[in-house]
């Protein structure tokens, strides 16, 4: 399963370009010679892409097949990820550095879809039912993982290169590393032998009637609504969490922390919450469970968050909003997958993030023209001064309040059965056994 091994690799090291700048968006701006909100853009540009490209994406997975479409993300994100090495080299104008930095992180957000939609698709075609949400769990969390690396990287190599050029060559390397082992390891399309009933007995619906489906499937438009508004508010907290945070004195470093502790706790959670589910089955219980907890910690982090001096507590609330919100994640794509079946899977899922990546492009915006420039910031450390200096004070509060209003409309309208796991336990036993010949059938008719 080295295929498998490669893939994982590849969601460690995708995220790391969208979150390149954000651990270090006042000293980015310095660099380019741009303002904070045109650096915000280099993160929102995922947001944007991952809208329009989403369609052709899940297109790309569902039909074209999986090694198809990592083969293709890992080559959009090397040669993004040289072009802003090259956007930074000294024979290039000022003005055109941003411009070349910006078309880098285009190329690596056409990449991020490819790889962010997989998870589902890859847990389906190579795992059993009862590694299932396990399996997704670790190509997720590895994404989650990369964005760890991000937060902790970002801040230290500025802080020990004292330069940008610096930071996009090293996150350039993995880049390269990964096009290579994806274009001459990744050969299986599909295991020889299908791990589950699902995949002998059923066919995937076509593009087209499979999204009828999922619009008009009740319980999988609340999923898609209330948990994307969670993918919105997670991913406004990634990239404003160190403008919030330096405004009231901590350090980039301290926020680079914060980010990292919510992320390690996240996988840690993840981990623990795959094995439970795995063995339960009870999707809907622990995604609403741990949407309520993660409410309660984002409405805590608004308070704590306009608080000096208190990095105990942030941190403390930093870890608790990844434990519970992080890991949920790959579970509630599996319920994704569970209520919208036969549907396929890289469709399920990846509508439900491209609602997150809408809602976090609307919010993005909404927080950011709430953030008002202070007066008076004794305790700013924000690198590019006044044009930082911003009350954060209601954005985080409209940030825990969309938070709670997601999750109480999801607590309170989703209820689906399990259609997946219902089709696999009335299939015949012989579909998943019969080594001699339904796997060779299915391996040469399976094109995703």
Known sequence: RHSVYIFIFMCLISPQSWLTFAPVADQTAQYLQVSLNLVNWLSLVYVVVAIFFSLITTWVLDTLGLRFSLIMGSWLNMLGAILRVIGMLNCIPEWAMF????????????????????????AALWFPDHQRATANMMASMANTVGLLLANIFSPMIISYTSTLFMLLLIYA????????????????????????????????????????????????????????????????????????????GYSNDFAGLCGAVAIVFG???????????????????VTKINMCLTSLGCSVFAVVSQLSEQKVIIGAVCAWFGFFGYSVYPIAMELGV??????????????????????????????QALAKPMADSPLSVCATGADANLSWTVPVLVMAGLC?????????????????????ATASPNTVTDQSTGGDTWANSTDA
């Open 338 to 367: 569970e209520c919208s079946y036969p549907v396929g899977e890289a469709t399920s899922s990846g509508l439900i993030f491209v609602s997150g990546q809408i809602q976090a492009a609307l919010y993005l915006l909404l927080l």
């Open 404 to 424: 709670t209003l997601g999750t109480c409309c999801f607590v309170g309208f989703f209820h689906t059965d399990y259609r997946r796991l219902r089709a696999e």
């Open 267 to 285: 996988v840690l959670g993840a981990f623990l919450l795959g094995l439970y589910v795995d063995k339960t089955k009870k999707f809907t219980e």
């Open 99 to 122: 411009p070349m930095v910006m078309g880098g992180q285009t190329l690596c957000a056409f990449a991020q879809p490819l790889v962010i939609f997989a998870p589902t698709k890859l």
């Open 173 to 248: 390397i993995p880049a390269v590393v990964a096009c290579f082992l994806a274009t001459v390891g990744i050969r299986e399309r599909v295991p020889p032998t299908p791990p589950s009933a699902s995949m002998v007995t059923s066919s995937s619906e076509p593009f087209l009637q499979g999204m009828k489906l999922l619009l008009t499937n009740k319980a999988y438009m609340v999923l898609l609504v209330c948990f994307g508004s969670g993918i919105g508010v997670f991913t406004c907290f990634s990239t404003l969490l160190e403008q919030i945070l330096c405004v009231k």
